[in-house]
């Protein structure tokens, strides 16, 4: 069955202290991997799409990396206003509808 | 580019009534949508896909005939909620993929059924 974990839950940092979230999945011949951004109230913000092992993609602050059986998202130095969730999504099923984590909460305080 | 409205953004209703949401793709054509609902503090569920023209396809458990989709062209799917009850008070979010890759959601909207 195809499954994804993120890790951890919820995670709590100080402005300027760099981290990373994990995302592992357990899919049969990924079609690729997508991480979302989430503020409360609001739908999901697409960030990063990728594709097959040893991909990296940038934007501003996060990296997002992916390996055989996981994907990180780094975040370097980040700031109060990089508070949200954050999800991982792979497409499942043969289709193209997506099967999401349970996302990792992140805060930054000052 | 790539973006995805959703209205209302928060609706109140007596329960027993219907309320209709509508998506829409806002610069660019959608061949599939999807309609996802999300409890507090919880992820996203897939609650039906739909595609242009075709009747929607529900995921196990969501009653098809409570919730209503249409597709009605490449830029619009609409949810009713039918006979709608306090259980079904939620944050429904639609999102739509231009490739069939990417989705992109909208801003979501808030039920609440009194």
């Known amino acids: 069955e195809d499954q994804v974990t993120q890790s951890p839950e919820a995670l709590r940092l100080q402005e300027g202290e760099s981290s990373s979230l994990n995302c592992s999945y357990t899919?049969?011949?990924?079609?690729?991997l997508f991480w979302y951004r989430q503020d409360p109230g609001k739908g999901p913000e697409f960030l990063f799409t990728l594709y097959s092992a040893g991909e990296e993609k940038e934007k501003e602050r996060l990296k997002a990396t992916l390996t055989k059986k996981e994907s990180f998202l780094h975040i370097t130095a980040p700031k109060p206003e990089d508070s949200a969730t954050y999800l991982c999504a792979v497409p499942t099923g043969g289709g193209n509808k997506l099967t999401f984590g349970t996302g990792t909460q992140l805060k930054v305080e000052l | 580019g790539a973006v995805v409205s959703q209205h209302p953004s928060w609706v109140i209703c007596k329960s027993g009534t219907s309320v209709k949401i509508e998506c829409r793709s806002l610069d660019f054509q959608a061949t599939t949508m999807f309609w996802y609902r999300q409890f507090p503090k919880q992820s996203l569920m897939l609650m039906a896909t739909?595609?242009?023209?075709?009747?929607?396809?529900?995921e196990q458990g969501v009653e098809k005939d409570k919730f209503l989709i249409n597709h009605a062209s490449l830029t619009l799917s609409t949810l009713t909620v039918t006979s709608a009850h306090p259980e079904d008070s939620s944050f429904y979010i639609c999102?739509?993929?231009?490739?069939?890759?990417?989705?992109?959601f909208g801003p979501g909207t808030r039920l609440t059924v009194l």
């Open positions: 899919v049969s011949g990924l079609r690729g």
């Open positions: 739909s595609n242009e023209g075709s009747k929607a396809t529900y």
């Open positions: 999102s739509a993929t231009p490739s069939g890759n990417e989705q992109f």
